[in-house]
Structures are given as C-alpha cells and as structure tokens.
C-alpha cells in the first residue's frame, strides 16, 4: 500500500464537502440513531478472499424506528442464522436464550446517550456506552475495554481508538477518511502509524434504486476483503442477498460488535 506523510490529512480541509464522508458517519452510528426522513442501515454483505473464500451478511429489523433484531448468515451450508435480539428501556423482556441487548436511551441537549448492556443466554456479558450528536460519536466498550471518537474536522473525519482503555497501558490508534478531490462520491481510509499515513481502504458511495450503498474495498496481490453496506429511505425495503429460514447461533458471530458490524481488534 502507497504511504503518505500524515500531514496530508491537513490537505483535506479545503475540500468540498463530501457525500461519502458524510454516508461513512451515518453508518458508524450505528442503527441506534434513526432520523425521521434519512436512510437508515438496512443490511449488510461481507466476503473475504485470501486462502479461501468466507461469505456472510446481516439484515436489521426496525419496529417503529428502533432496532428490533439483527440476523446473521455465515452463508455456509450446515450453518445456519444467527439473531440477536434488541429490548428497549427495560429489562423484563429478556428471555435468557441466546443473543439478547438492552438499550436504554436518553438525551441531554443534542446529545443522544445510549447504554446497551449485553447478555448471552441470560449471562451478563458487557455494557456499550454511545454518545452522539450530528457531527461527534463517542463509545466505551466494557466489554472489549475500548474507547472510540469519531468527528468531523473540517471535511476529513476522523476516528480515534484506544484499546485498553482501563489499563496501565492504554493503545491509542488514529485513523482518518478523506473524500476523492474530483468525485463526491469515493473516499478513502487512511490508517496512521508512526506519523506516517497508510491507505486502508478505497470507499464508494453507490446511489440506489430506494437508498445508497457504501463499499469498502481492500485489496492487495494476496486477495481482497469487501464490505457493502445497504440503507433504504424510510419507505422503502430491501434485502440482503441471500436468504434462508431456520435460526441458530452460529460461532462465527463472536468477530462482529453488537450492530453486526466486524470487530477489528488488536
């Protein structure tokens, strides 16, 4: 991958403001935040093709604007779906079987504050912290022990992690998106190392028939690893691409966070 000098990213404030930045924001809140009359996160497809090729994808359920389940499919045969289950404001909902969340929300001024708590087959396994406004996210994760911002700076958006947060020796990690200089519609992800910033991924912001797609692209001569994400306006439906009835917890769902999305981890 192509390294940059890190004061490159100071180059991106003079950019225009760009739709892909903007979509990537929309997708890192998460499906906790849903506004009235803006596309929200409908589904997701994942493939990794280095040594062999691993497929999988997400659809999310909304029930009057808020996340109600969120099924995975390892899209393997003799694996079956993984769902998770999503209660809000309260915890007499929980069953005790399988995956289950309960979010309890809150508001203080702009600021939306989620506390997610997070339980498998009734055993307490963590709690999500998530504070968001238009332009800021942040979370603590207790269960990963991680800390993450993200915000805007002028059109660059920037993402800061720090994994073991609690620790005698926090890990801090600083990576950036900047949009295409021509084309409002691509951005890129830069990880940053020592000062010096690598290209991560090249991102796309697709138009749909009823919403966009987001889609991440890392390559390199050993294979690729590609991400798409799908979002719908609010009436409108869609579906992932492929389907199937029976539900089942599979293992392969302990690399994913608690909206589906993959769990990058140090």
């Known amino acids: 991958m192509k390294n940059f000098l890190f004061c490159l990213m100071l180059l991106a404030g003079f950019a225009a403001a760009n739709t892909c930045t903007e979509a990537i924001f929309i997708l890192s809140k998460g499906s906790l935040d849903i506004t009235q009359d803006i596309a929200y996160h409908d589904s997701s497809y994942f493939v990794e093709n280095y040594t062999h090729k691993n497929e999988w994808s997400h659809k999310i359920y909304y029930t009057n604007g808020k996340i109600d389940s969120l099924v995975m499919d390892p899209m393997e045969d003799g694996e079956a779906l993984r769902v998770t289950h999503y209660y809000w404001n309260s915890d007499e909902k929980i069953s005790g079987k399988g995956s289950e969340r309960v979010i309890f929300q809150e508001t203080s001024g702009d600021t939306i504050i989620l506390n997610e708590k997070v339980y498998s087959n009734r055993e307490f396994g963590g709690s999500y912290t998530a504070k968001i406004t238009d ?132």
């Open 135 to 266: 332009s800021y996210m942040s979370t603590l994760n207790s269960e990963y022990n991680s800390f993450k911002e993200l915000y805007f700076s002028n059109d660059t958006l920037f993402e800061k992690n720090i994994y073991d947060y609690e620790s005698n020796n926090p890990r801090p990690d600083t990576s950036f998106t900047i949009g295409d200089s021509t084309n409002d519609f691509k951005c890129y992800d830069y990880a940053v190392q020592n000062g010096i910033a690598e290209l991560n991924e090249t991102i796309e912001y697709i138009k749909t028939d009823n919403g966009f797609m987001l889609k991440y692209l890392d390559e390199s001569s050993v294979g690729y690893y590609l991400r798409e994400f799908f979002f719908v306006n609010s009436n409108a439906t869609t579906a992932i691409r492929k389907q199937r009835p029976a539900v089942k917890i599979s293992p392969k769902a302990r690399y994913f966070d608690l909206l589906g999305r993959y769990k990058f981890t140090k």
